[in-house]
């Protein structure tokens, strides 16, 4: 080989070798500890899950900016309860600020590189783009958008962490459910499941369906909730809150990794909203509070009952194909119950559905119907022979037969429960900051997840 031609290929590798690099562009090798967390005004526990586990990138000082109050006081506590624990305990080691400038110092001070925000709304989407603006990776709690104006927020934060090279990611637990999984696995094979119907309003093609409660345990002690939480023009309305999991099912489950469009792929059909009320003993029981605060007084009714408007139902059109998503809140769930998921995927030979209810002993479960009562002995063959594949990427996952269906039967060990999915999602946006970037899909999915459900919104009051 001659001296030139040696040259040249000397001259591709270093341009190839250059263009990989910045491809990465990583500020992040995976080194232990460089990852290190600063908390913002952390009023829901969700901000304290983030850190049930630790994390061999994450650094175990962790530094925590708030204002004075309960919150902060309970977030502290969980943390403690986590590091105290008798089984695998964490080591935390949380360097606190409290004061009213808590934004302007975390910004100022600047001790972490990733800010983890879940709490009170009504500024939540301001504190994300403050952060982006000033080059700080962001781990948002749901929703970071609760109406038209957040979500156009919301938008400039997103386009500004592009420009200062940080990574804006929301926390998405249900993705890590394992019937979630499988319905999405089951319905990428056309032999058992054929091709996804488009479906009608009144018969959508997929649907989601979610129940959650007021008063409920996490962590094996009684949740008190902050009053705040029972105000809508702080918490969001249920239409723009759990509603933010049940589209983004629908987006990853039905077009896995396909950029969506707001503009040109969603049609909005209809929506509509409705209250729980909870008396003030109800009330009481959440936030161990008498009286209401002066901000919920605009939702009193009958003297005493707080009406709060977090139930919704969104029917719309993604690429053509009809979804509906509706959640629900009631004050307690019935003895050995929780909050619940029912779906159903509707497919041209088979739908896949998954329950929670008392015959599930309210765990969910999947299960595969044939459209078809007719040549199930074919189908069973076909359905055994596709779905080893499956069991060979999810050991032990098993079929049992009930009539004209089929139940999929999993182990317990790939039940890991809410609490574990947000040590989960954790670990996968550890991974992003290693990669220097998120997947091309996830950041326009995100935007058309927030215009859904801040549209659905706009059209629900509407509707009044």
């Known amino acids: 080989m001659n001296k030139t031609k040696i040259l040249w290929l000397l001259g591709i590798m270093i341009i190839i070798s250059c263009n990989s690099i910045k491809e990465k562009n990583s500020k992040f090798s995976g080194a232990k500890g460089e990852v290190s967390l600063m908390t913002l005004d952390p009023g829901h526990f969700h901000a304290a899950l983030v850190q049930k586990e630790t994390y061999e990138q994450v650094n175990p000082i962790a530094h925590v900016f708030a204002p004075q109050g309960p919150d902060v006081t309970d977030y502290l506590n969980r943390i403690e309860n986590f590091n105290t624990r008798e089984i695998n305990p964490t080591h935390w080691d949380s360097q606190v600020y409290i004061g009213s400038d808590f934004l302007e110092k975390m910004i100022t001070e600047r001790p972490g590189n990733v800010m983890v925000t879940a709490g009170n709304n009504r500024k939540k989407t301001e504190y994300i783009k403050a952060a982006v603006d000033a080059g700080i990776n962001v781990l948002a709690d749901k929703p970071m958008a609760i109406n038209k104006e957040d979500f156009a927020l919301l938008i400039q934060a997103f386009e500004s962490a592009e420009k200062n090279d940080v990574l804006l990611y929301d926390i998405m637990t249900e993705r890590y459910e394992i019937t979630s999984i499988l319905q999405k696995e089951l319905s990428q094979i056309p032999e058992v499941f054929g091709q996804l119907l488009k479906g009608s309003p009144e018969e959508p093609a997929i649907s989601k369906e979610s129940i959650h409660h007021f008063f409920k345990y996490v962590s094996g002690r009684r949740l008190q909730r902050p009053a705040w939480f029972f105000d809508v023009l702080q918490e969001g309305e249920g239409i723009v809150d759990v509603t933010t999991h049940l589209v983004d099912l629908i987006q990853w489950e039905c077009f896995p990794e396909q950029i969506i469009d707001y503009k040109n792929d969603i049609e909005m059909i209809s929506a509509k909203r409705w209250p729980t009320d909870l008396r003030p003993s109800q009330f009481y029981a959440v936030t161990g509070l008498i009286d209401y605060p002066g901000y919920l007084h605009k939702d009193i009714i009958n003297d005493s009952i707080l009406q709060v408007f977090s139930n919704g139902e969104i029917i719309y ?109 954790t670990e996968k946006y550890l991974s992003f900051l290693l990669d220097g970037k998120l997947p091309e899909w996830e950041v326009p999915n995100m935007i058309a997840k927030y215009y859904i459900t801040t549209k659905a919104l706009e059209l629900a009051r509407g509707n009044k």
Request: hydrophobic letters at 40%; glycine letters at 8%; aromatic letters at 10%.
């Open 317 to 425: 059109r993604i690429n053509g194909v009809c979804a509906k998503v509706s959640v629900s809140w009631n004050f307690q769930a019935p003895e050995g119950a929780g909050d619940t998921h029912y779906s159903i995927m509707r497919g041209s030979t088979a739908d896949l559905i998954i329950k929670q209810g008392a015959e599930q002993n309210y765990k969910p479960a999947l299960y595969i119907e044939p459209v078809v009562a007719e040549n199930l002995e074919n189908f069973e063959t076909l359905l055994v022979k596709q779905f080893q594949k499956l069991a060979n990427i999810y050991p032990g996952i098993a079929l049992k037969r009930n009539g004209n269906s089929w139940e999929v039967l999993i182990p317990d060990e790939y039940r890991t429960g809410h609490e574990s999915h947000f040590a989960e999602v």
